[in-house]
């Protein structure tokens, strides 16, 4: 465990964000009254929200640049509600990216979050583009190559990668590093590492991944739920699968794409899915995946508020968080 307080390389922490109304009946906390910043790692150990403020990855993707803004927007989407947590909450910043220099910040947020698993909290990042994701399961893998020193045979971490997302994020990283190859750069990881790549991807668009991401996918032994799967029917057998999923693994990562979601939820993004996943089948999913007992880290990435309506984007951002962190200590 480490208890370096932060110093100048450490992300700038900005509080400003944070306002809203007060009510005047007791016990009536929202988060803006209820979070505070995370100055000291040393603080007792709860949820920290990290921002990455990046979009090179996108841009490298030809999507639609601005989720650079996003951190700032979700904490004003999720400053004003109410505040449920049994444990306390922390602001730790943001890690911003520079020009195109993508690869720097994901090796800065690689580091942070290390950090912040190793004090004992509960790391949720704020994207970004979705190539905040290989900075973050990059500092889980830090934190966890500390407790699996021999790093062979059943000493190897069972690390499950669980990705709401209409897109695999399986592109080839030898033609360009970008937001759509986060996972592909993990499985090479984990092959160099000598560890299992268990990875479900939740909320696919087959209209909006090639076959041959397809074929990776099933090289790659993926759990693949298509959007048009996810429906109140059959929801249950889904939550199941996830289960058993998670029953594999030790540890599991959660990253959420808020292209997931409809375009009429969520506008705000670099690709908005003419389909999608709505909000109220994310939820159960996610419920099961905080309620394991195994979550050690979260990331909601390409939230554009350049192209937000009415802040429905951030405002869905705001409530899987809210969701995410209920009852988590």
């Not at 669980?162 to 897109?167: E, K, P, Q, V, Y």
């Not at 889904?238 to 959660?254: E, G, K, N, P, S």
């Amino acid at each position: 465990m480490t208890d370096r307080t932060m110093t100048e390389s450490a992300p700038t922490i900005e509080m400003s964000a944070w306002s809203g109304r007060t009510d005047p009946e007791p016990d009536s906390l929202r988060w803006h009254q209820a979070i505070r910043p995370l100055d000291d790692l040393a603080r007792p150990a709860g949820a920290a929200l990290l921002g990455f403020a990046c979009d090179a990855g996108v841009a490298r993707n030809l999507g639609r640049p601005g989720a650079a803004g996003g951190p700032a927007a979700l904490r004003r989407a999720l400053a004003p509600l109410a505040w449920h947590r049994q444990g306390p909450a922390y602001d730790a910043g943001d890690i911003a990216c520079e020009g195109d220099a993508m690869e720097t910040a994901q090796a800065r947020l690689a580091e942070r979050v290390a950090d912040l698993l190793g004090a004992g909290h509960l790391p949720i990042v704020l994207g970004g583009g979705h190539e905040v994701a290989f900075g973050s399961w990059s500092g889980l893998a830090r934190h966890l190559e500390a407790r699996y020193p021999d790093n062979r045979g059943d000493t190897v971490p069972r690390v499950g990668i669980i990705n709401l997302d209409a897109h695999f994020d399986l592109r080839d990283p030898a033609h360009v590093r970008s937001s759509g190859t986060p996972f592909a750069q993990i499985a090479d990881a984990c092959q160099d590492r000598g560890w299992p790549f268990r990875y479900a991807c939740l909320g696919v668009s087959r209209a909006a991944n090639t076959r041959a991401l397809f074929a990776r996918a099933t090289e790659l032994g993926v759990l693949v739920r298509e959007d048009r799967e996810i429906d109140a029917r059959r929801l249950d057998g889904i939550v199941r699968d996830l289960q058993r999923f998670m029953a594999r693994c030790d540890h599991l990562y959660l990253t959420l794409d808020l292209d997931v979601l409809p375009a009429a939820e969520a506008p705000g993004v670099s690709a908005p899915a003419a389909r999608g996943v709505p909000l109220a089948l994310l939820e159960p999913l996610i419920e099961a995946v905080r309620d394991s007992g195994k979550l050690r880290l979260a990331d909601l990435a390409e939230l554009n508020p350049d192209f937000d309506i009415d802040n429905r984007t951030a405002r869905a951002a705001a409530r899987l968080i809210h969701q995410l962190t209920l009852d988590v200590r």
